[in-house]
């Protein structure tokens, strides 16, 4: 009876795949959506919608929110309607409230990928669009939502700062924003209406970090850079892009950001 041949046995260690690392970037956006009035005149907010669906943020600032506000945008409420086709979380911050029916309102807006877990609607100095005799008074429409994102909350902030070429409101604006924002972790997105070297944004440049980007309005040829992601020293700014579109009559900034190691 022959032998029988050994064959060796191979033990193959097992594959032990470790988890995937936790997220810790953010992608911000900021977007003044002119009430959805893209720069061919025309109210159209599903491409606005669409515009931010491309660029896949996690947060959103807007700024030029028509809630039921006139017939310029058939009486929508754009806050909610951006909430509902994009799949994000919603907070609206009033500038403007006027009582009636409808009741209108305008202002600036929070969209979240990540669960809100609490906002508020802060007032700074504003001199009104909506009163000709107006001189500067504190008002709504400086909001502030803290997201449950990766790595832990972040403390969202959208502001649009006083158009003037006088540049006294923008000014008290800043400072008020600062005393303000005391928390950790910021990112601070809005129309700031002024240049990144005007004098009275300094300020804000001694506490957060530009972003940067190239120049976002007029949308259809960009000849100044109005609109700002900008992220306190607790983060880091990774990349960003300003992405053409005709949605408004300002273009968008998108800025991705991460927890510092």
């Not at 606005?48 to 409420?77: H, K, M, N, T, Y």
Request: with cysteine; proline share 9%; net charge negative.
């Amino acid at each position: 009876m022959g032998l029988t041949a050994l064959v060796p046995i191979v033990l193959l260690a097992a594959t032990v795949c470790s988890p995937p690392a936790p997220r810790t970037d953010l992608v911000a956006m900021t977007f003044n959506v002119h009430a959805g009035i893209g720069s061919d005149g025309v109210f159209d907010l599903p491409r606005v919608a669409d515009a931010i669906r491309e660029q896949r943020p996690d947060v959103v600032g807007l700024q030029e929110v028509d809630v039921r506000w006139s017939e310029r945008s058939g009486f929508v409420d754009e806050a909610a309607e951006l909430g509902r086709s994009l799949g994000m979380e919603v907070f609206f911050a009033p500038i403007y409230d006027l009582p009636g029916e409808p009741r209108r309102q305008f202002g600036v807006a929070v969209l979240s990928r990540y669960p809100i877990l609490r906002a508020r609607n802060h007032s700074i100095t504003r001199l009104s669009t909506q009163d000709p005799a107006a001189v500067p008074a504190l008002a709504p429409g400086f909001a502030e939502a803290v997201v449950d994102a990766p790595g832990g909350p972040v403390d969202v902030f959208v502001t649009h700062l006083d158009f003037r070429p006088d540049p006294a409101v923008r000014a008290t604006q800043v400072r008020e924003m600062l005393a303000i924002m005391r928390g950790h972790r910021q990112v601070l997105l809005g129309d700031f209406n002024a240049e990144p070297g005007a004098p009275e944004l300094a300020p804000l440049w001694e506490r957060l970090v530009d972003a940067g980007g190239t120049a976002t309005f007029p949308a259809e040829a960009p000849a100044q850079r109005l609109d700002y992601v900008a992220a306190d020293c607790r983060l880091r700014v990774v990349d960003v892009r300003v992405p053409a579109t005709g949605a408004s009559d300002h273009l968008p900034v998108v800025a991705r950001v991460a927890a510092r190691s």
